[in-house]
């Protein structure tokens, strides 16, 4: 029973760096989500896709991109890293856009 | 815009009362409205859920409550547990859109 798998779960970029927050579910979910939250803050949508090959902007999507190849892995990345990107990102899954999502265990990055 | 607020950061009961955590949202195309829960170093994890053609959903200690006109709910922990200590995370969602609110962190003392 993995659900939804992210890696790694701490990470340290210098800026402008660059990187791949990994995403993967095995539940056969076609929605998947990228959030991040900051200190006090609740969980903002980065991007979703609902689908293989479909994915569109959330709230906040300036800075990411995202792909979805095949209906388990959803990566986001990162291409220059700015100290405005420090935060918790958690990758979630679902059936459909308004049913309970399953998130993964988090990734603590920060820029420096 | 803050289409879902949770005005309490924090929240402390003592075990065996209850807890009331509040969420008030804006938009009234929400119609489905979650509760998750979140323990420190982990996912939110999905803890109840209630449809906007009702007004009260429960299971077991948890009770959401949900006031349309007022486009306001709440969520019910009784009696408390020092294992329910947690952020707690309101959702709203409608076809095409979910938003969190900020949280609430409750602590139950024991």
């Known amino acids: 029973n993995a659900g939804v798998t992210q890696t790694p779960k701490f990470r340290i970029l210098k800026i402008g760096q660059s990187m791949t927050l990994q995403c993967t579910q095995d539940?056969?979910?076609?929605?998947m989500y990228w959030y991040r939250q900051d200190p006090g803050m609740g969980l903002k949508l980065i991007y979703y896709?609902?689908?293989?090959?479909?994915?569109d902007k959330g709230e906040v999507p300036n800075g990411y991109n995202v792909s979805r190849s095949t209906t388990e892995d959803f990566p986001l990345r990162l291409e220059l890293a700015a100290p405005s990107q420090t935060s918790v990102y958690f990758c979630?899954?679902?059936?459909?856009?308004?049913?309970?999502?399953?998130f993964g265990q988090g990734t603590r990055l920060t820029v420096v | 815009d803050q289409q879902v607020k949770q005005n309490s950061p924090s929240l402390s009961v003592q075990e065996g009362r209850i807890s009331i955590l509040n969420c008030d949202y804006t938009?009234?195309?929400?119609?489905?409205f979650l509760w998750y829960k979140k323990y420190p170093a982990e996912g939110p994890t999905f803890l109840i859920s209630?449809?906007?053609?009702?007004d009260k959903n429960e299971d077991g200690r948890f009770t959401v409550f949900l006031n349309k006109s007022a486009k306001h709910l709440s969520l019910h922990i009784v009696p408390s547990q020092p294992g329910d200590s947690a952020v707690y995370f309101c959702?709203?969602?409608?076809?095409?859109?979910?938003?969190f609110g900020a949280g609430t962190r409750l602590t139950v003392k024991p």
């Open positions: 896709s609902v689908g293989a090959g479909i994915t």
């Open positions: 959702a709203a969602s409608s076809n095409n859109d979910m938003r």
């Open positions: 539940m056969n979910h076609n929605y």
């Open positions: 979630a899954s679902s059936y459909s856009r308004r049913d309970e999502a399953f």
């Open positions: 938009n009234s195309m929400f119609d489905y």
């Open positions: 209630i449809s906007s053609i009702k």
